[in-house]
């Protein structure tokens, strides 16, 4: 939370203008947050240099990527020593279809999520997972719809 403390009402505003359109100019973004452009262009540039700011990207949509279907696979390992887990997440993410990868608290080692076309392609993307270093079991969960996707930090 001290870092936060960093941070001005400026700084907040901007934050949640960009996450929320990325492609807005610096002129835009200067008026929603009543400042001049130079000023606005500066903490912009503070907030990327500091970190706040990771990278800018786009939201694609998957459904027209073939890429329609998606899964949630907890993963539990065999053993749970540092070297297997340094192994897992250099191996974990060399598979594409693996687009999200947390190490959890719980029942189980890790959550996938990943992204695929269809159930062959699936079944292709477990064969891979399951061929990953000291995997003791898998389940899967497939995603049925999607009610609240990502949207960043709630501001």
Same mark, same amino acid.
């Given at each position: ?58 939201f694609l949509d998957a459904n027209k990527l073939n890429y329609a279907m998606t899964a949630y696979i907890q993963v539990t390992l065999d053993r749970t020593t540092s ?14 279809? /693996?687009?999200?990868?947390? !190490? @959890? ?5 890790? #959550?996938?999520? *990943?992204?695929?076309?269809? /159930?062959?392609?699936?079944? !292709? @993307? ?5 061929? #990953?270093?000291? *995997? ?20």
């Amino acid at each position: 939370m001290s870092k936060l403390k960093s941070l001005d009402r400026i700084d907040i505003t901007i934050l949640k203008t960009l996450q929320s359109d990325g492609r807005i100019s610096n002129v835009e973004l200067a008026k929603k947050v009543n400042l001049s452009a130079s000023p606005c262009l500066d903490r912009v540039k503070r907030l990327e240099k500091e970190g706040y700011i990771k990278h800018y990207g786009a939201f694609l949509d998957a459904n027209k990527l073939n890429y329609a279907m998606t899964a949630y696979i907890q993963v539990t390992l065999d053993r749970t020593t540092s070297d297997v887990f340094k192994l897992f997440k250099v191996e974990v993410v060399k598979i594409k279809e /693996i687009v999200e990868c947390n !190490l @959890v608290a719980g029942g189980y080692d890790y #959550l996938l999520k *990943i992204r695929f076309s269809d /159930i062959e392609a699936y079944r !292709l @993307v477990l064969e891979k997972i399951a061929g #990953l270093p000291a *995997i003791a079991k898998t389940h899967t969960y497939m995603v049925t719809e999607h009610i609240k996707e990502d949207s960043g930090i709630p501001f």
